[in-house]
């Protein structure tokens, strides 16, 4: 079991232009976690979501941040119109469906930096 | 929805002692509470957990205390060594469906 992957670790874009950040959960894993860490700051929820359901999103900015976590492949956060403030490093984390209490593994993070 | 706060934000303590960290959640629903540690620039990492229905559960040198009427659960770790220095959080969870983290406490080990 490779763990969560997510890719790229590293991300440069100009103002203006769009990010895509990658998770491929666990295997066997259909939940999937995204957050967002500023430097010396903590984990802030983003979204969460299901195969081809988005469960809870209130931690999405309302504008130009969008998710999806489709039936195949991997989950994708995506970042239009990127700004200087989006930068940061951005993790998932993906646990399994089963009832009870489970554990949430992390990725290793992409960080975007934003120029 | 579950708001979890977390004290205190940095912590230094002398290499042997004790640290304690502390957390409080606002949803009696939440009946998982883990514990991440994220060293400089890696992923966090669960060190240790704890479900409702137990008080205490310790490993090795951590230990993580629950007080359900309280709505509040530490982290206890003893005989502190220099690689225990990094960011640990705690968070809250309802039957493992989403986690609200704590806003976490960077804990330096003094030699």
């Known amino acids: 079991n490779a763990g969560v992957m997510q890719n790229p670790r590293h991300l440069v874009r100009r103002r203006g232009q769009e990010a895509r950040l990658r998770c491929s959960p666990m295997?066997?894993?259909?939940?999937v976690y995204w957050y967002r860490q500023l430097p010396e700051e903590g984990l802030k929820f983003m979204v969460y979501?299901?195969?081809?359901?988005?469960?809870?999103e209130s931690g999405m900015p309302k504008e130009r941040f969008s998710a999806e976590f489709p039936k195949e492949g991997p989950s994708i956060l995506r970042i239009q119109q990127v700004v200087r403030g989006d930068s940061a490093a951005y993790f998932c984390?993906?646990?399994?469906?089963?009832?009870?209490?489970?554990?949430?593994?992390f990725g290793q993070g992409t960080r975007l930096t934003v120029v | 929805g579950e708001n979890v706060e977390q004290h205190p934000s940095t912590l230094s303590v002398q290499e042997g002692d004790s640290a304690v960290i502390k957390c409080t959640y606002s949803?009696?629903?939440?009946?998982?509470f883990p514990w991440y540690k994220q060293e400089l620039g890696k992923r966090p990492q669960l060190i240790i957990d704890?479900?409702?229905?137990?008080g205490e559960k310790k490993d090795q040198r951590i230990a993580v205390t629950l007080n359900k009427t309280a709505k509040h659960f530490s982290l206890h770790i003893t005989e502190t060594q220099p690689e225990d220095s990094a960011v640990y959080f705690c968070?809250?969870?309802?039957?493992?469906?989403?986690?609200?983290f704590g806003t976490g406490t960077s804990l330096t080990v003094i030699p």
């Open positions: 984390a993906s646990s399994p469906p089963t009832l009870g209490n489970t554990e949430a593994f």
């Open positions: 968070a809250a969870s309802v039957n493992g469906n989403q986690f609200y």
């Open positions: 704890i479900r409702s229905n137990v």
């Open positions: 979501l299901q195969k081809e359901n988005i469960i809870d």
């Open positions: 295997k066997g894993h259909s939940h």
């Open positions: 949803d009696s629903a939440s009946n998982y």
